[in-house]
């Protein structure tokens, strides 16, 4: 029925989806695709596949990449993938609430779940916070029902097993999972700990948590701290979140619940939690009394649980409505504890048929929150126009057939952004990225030497950035570029697709001749590794398919052919096996640039970055171990021969980066600051 409903809503509704949904939907595509189960692409090995996923886990676009193979990859069809989720929700809440109480008591929890508005708003919006909410859910039911066993005969081997892959499966839908799963995890071990019998089972546990999140983990390691770094700690500071110990941030989730659970839904459970707390204290007639116990085996572990995720989301610095959704699963338990408790009031009634009285009530209170979420939903509708982004996709994927192209895109809203626009340039098999440039003005002759393809748009330029607007205009004036086509847009504003003309003159150049100067110019050190991400940011947007890497790397090949020692190949070599998140293949070409300078500090010292992010600290000491006194003395080489030997068991080398590590930090600002 929920499924249905949802259903009808995303038939109704006409928007676009924005950025988040948009990134999402891309990223499941690119998962079907890796797995070859999608059009337009096919299975290249774990590596490919890590890559696809460098900042986030991968379960939940393996799973919604496979649902596209199924049932289409426009974002309506992909959308079947949320009452998927949806269904998984539903089953872990029900078998957790008939352990509580009852298979009658599951039907209710399970039913006013599907009535909880902000669970009902994540179920047509293409996040991952369903997703999230489902496995955390199942996790922590797998969980509880371990940790309940009897504590003589110790958990069974299964419970055990399914608790650890749960969890794993949660971490591996989005990291945050931690924020719910972390205090309850750590509690169950403490207890089974304990217990002779459950020690191995705890161990075997945790064996399988680290043994399945960790192939991705060590693969985007890096990539992952970076991007949770501006996703919690940068995000909050630009949001104007509160203070983290503030009184506003501590409230900041539970005054959202009378919205996010429905107030129809709330305050008859909260009537009876007061109700059951008063009627402790005081003499009232049996068939009040007698319902109102001590709770039974489970429950404690319920509101344990939903007191440590809801403390550790508020503690996370970053605000949203979206984050404490693992949470209100737990939340919906304990208001239909609520209405339990008033059923069994009504049911202990003399005189009465309270069994069907109970029922009625239930219906009436199922049916006003039914109402209630309905009326929410129909005012989240949005029936207006939505931007012409799936038009002039079609219009350019008519164009340019199957071919690997790039998109640079000038406005930016939320139906007419990179993200969106790259949704519809690869349906069925299209291979079409949208790009964003300029709004920073030192990207804009980019834009202009080596675009083929452009998206404008007039009036305001649909974008607040002037630098975005003085671009637009500059493609206006630029003799290089016509407009092919355009279509209404709101606001009476158009959308236009543009082209560089054919044979238009200072035809752009290729990356390749620049990417080769930058990747050489890494011998400079510091200085190099400066130059090269001033630019390359800007370049890979403009190049969305990397395929400079795969001309440079040909090219670079051919030339080793021909002089097996020759340096801009080496270092072109080198840098894209980096670029590409390759250390293995990264390491024989710095080998190979070390032996052509033995006396050069940087080959060794990049060679040893790259064998750290590859997790062999040891390999890294050796390699700096061995180098010669003049380059073993250079701060930067000084301060990862220390870390290295550190991190390879040698703890009192941590000691000495005390010293060295400010030493290399002013070493570098020294070589920045006297070539600027």
């Not at 298979?103 to 369903?130: K, N």
Request: aromatic content about 6%; hydrophobic content about 45%.
């Amino acid at each position: 029925m929920a499924t249905a409903a949802d259903r009808l809503w995303l038939g109704l509704d006409r928007r676009l989806p924005s950025w988040d949904q948009a990134d999402y939907l891309n990223s499941a595509l690119d998962h079907g695709r890796a797995l070859g189960v999608l059009q337009g692409g096919g299975w290249q090995g774990w590596g490919h596949l890590l890559d696809l996923s460098p900042k986030i886990p991968p379960l939940a676009s393996l799973v919604n990449g496979t649902v596209m193979a199924i049932a289409g990859d426009t974002p309506q069809q992909a959308s079947w993938a949320l009452a998927l989720w949806h269904g998984l929700l539903l089953v872990a809440l029900a078998c957790w609430a008939r352990d509580l109480a009852g298979r009658r008591f599951a039907l209710v929890a399970a039913a006013l779940l599907s009535l909880v508005p902000a669970l009902a708003e994540l179920r047509v919006d293409y996040t991952l916070d369903l997703a999230l909410a489902a496995c955390t859910t199942s996790a922590l039911a797998l969980l509880g029902r371990w940790q309940a066993a009897s504590h003589r005969d110790g958990g069974r081997w299964g419970q055990a097993i399914a608790a650890a892959v749960a969890i794993a499966a949660a971490v591996l839908v989005k990291q945050s999972a931690l924020l719910v799963l972390t205090l309850p995890s750590l509690w169950a071990a403490v207890q089974g700990l304990r217990t002779p019998r459950r020690r191995l089972q705890v161990l075997a546990a945790l064996v399988i948590v680290i043994g399945l999140a960790l192939p991705w983990l060590h693969h985007n390691w890096i990539t992952t701290l970076g991007g949770t770094n501006r996703a919690v700690i940068e995000s909050a500071a630009s949001e104007g979140d509160p203070p983290l110990l503030s009184l506003a941030s501590l409230l900041w989730y539970s005054r959202l619940w009378p919205q996010q659970l429905g107030i129809v839904l709330l305050t008859p459970a909260l009537g009876a939690g007061l109700a059951a707390a008063w009627l402790h204290r005081h003499r009232l007639p049996s068939w009040l009394r007698h319902p109102v116990r001590a709770l039974p085996p489970g429950w404690a572990w319920l509101i344990g649980c939903t007191l440590a995720g809801w403390l550790c989301t508020t503690l996370s610095p970053n605000k949203d409505g979206r984050y404490i959704a693992p949470v209100l699963p737990l939340l919906t338990l304990l208001v239909a504890r609520g209405w339990w408790q008033i059923g069994l009031w009504l049911k202990s009634r003399p005189g009465v048929s309270g069994g069907a009285l109970g029922a009625g009530a239930l219906a009436l209170g199922l049916l006003a929150g039914a109402g209630e979420l309905a009326t929410a939903q129909a005012r989240t509708l949005r029936r207006e126009a939505p931007s012409p982004a799936p038009a002039a996709m079609t219009e350019l994927r008519r164009r340019v057939g199957d071919e690997p192209i790039t998109l640079l895109v000038v406005p930016g809203s939320p139906d007419l952004n990179e993200q969106t626009l790259t949704t519809y340039g690869r349906l069925g098999g299209g291979r079409i990225e949208a790009r964003r440039l300029g709004r920073n003005r030192k990207e804009h002759p980019v834009v202009l030497a080596r675009s083929d393809w452009l998206l404008l748009a007039t009036g305001d330029q649909g974008t607040t950035h002037p630098a975005s607007r003085e671009l637009s205009e500059r493609i206006r004036r630029d003799g290089r570029f016509e407009r092919l086509a355009h279509w209404p847009w709101n606001g009476g504003r158009e959308v236009e697709l543009w082209r560089r003309r054919e044979g238009a003159p200072f035809r752009h150049d290729p990356f390749d001749a620049t990417f080769i100067r930058l990747a050489r110019a890494m011998e400079r050190g510091p200085v190099g590794v400066r130059d090269l991400f001033d630019q390359i940011g800007a370049e890979h947007q403009a190049d969305g398919h990397f395929l400079y890497q795969r001309r440079v790397a040909a090219w670079a090949r051919q030339r080793l052919q021909q002089n097996p020692s020759d340096p801009d190949a080496l270092w072109s070599l080198a840098l894209i096996e980096t670029l590409r998140n390759r250390p293995q293949a990264a390491l024989p070409w710095y080998g190979r640039l070390q032996e052509l300078d033995p006396s050069s500090p940087w080959p060794p010292a990049y060679r040893a970055v790259v064998l750290l992010a590859d997790w062999h600290p040891g390999s890294a000491a050796t390699v700096l171990g061995e180098t010669p006194e003049t380059v073993a003395s250079q701060p930067v080489v000084r301060a990862l021969f220390q870390l290295s030997r550190g991190l390879s068991g040698h703890p009192l080398a941590l000691q000495s980066l005390q010293v060295s590590v400010p030493e290399a930090i002013a070493s570098v600002k020294r070589e920045l600051l006297a070539r600027p």
